[in-house]
């Protein structure tokens, strides 16, 4: 499967913006995704999954209540809703899909190394 994040911007800080992650292949629908994202000088962390089916997620602690993972499998798409944002959300934000087997347990998928497929990443900057 092929990912392609889009939806990176420029945002003041207390707003809201929205990110995209398009997918190719007719198992989309089969994957559980995630969103990670990567600031200069970090390693690149969890930000947020969700199983295959949309029915359940799992959140960082640090976007908890503020971010909001959603998919539509008839349009191969995950989505990133992020409200509130801090000046410390500011990072490249990346998709990612876990073509593995699965359980329905998220908090195990929250490395990287539990990911298959990558998009390439989309540049959000929140100002303060």
């Known amino acids: 499967v092929q990912l392609q994040a889009s939806g990176g911007g420029l945002v003041q800080a207390g707003g809201f913006w929205r990110l995209s992650c398009a997918a190719s292949?007719?198992?989309?629908?089969?994957?559980?995704m995630g969103w990670f994202r990567q600031s200069p000088g970090k390693e690149r962390e969890f930000v947020t999954a969700?199983?295959?089916?949309?029915?359940?997620?799992y959140y960082a602690d640090s976007v908890k209540g503020r971010f909001t993972i959603s998919r539509d499998n008839a349009k191969n798409t995950v989505y990133l809703q992020m409200n509130s944002l801090k000046p410390e959300d500011t990072a490249v934000y990346y998709c990612?899909?876990?073509?593995?087997?699965?359980?329905?347990?998220?908090?195990?998928?929250?490395?990287?190394?539990?990911?298959?497929?990558w998009g390439q990443g989309t540049l959000v900057t929140v100002s303060s």
């Open positions: 990612a899909a876990r073509g593995r087997a699965s359980s329905s347990g998220l908090f195990r998928y929250t490395t990287p190394n539990a990911y298959d497929y």
């Open positions: 969700i199983t295959w089916s949309g029915g359940s997620t």
């Open positions: 292949g007719r198992t989309f629908s089969t994957y559980h």
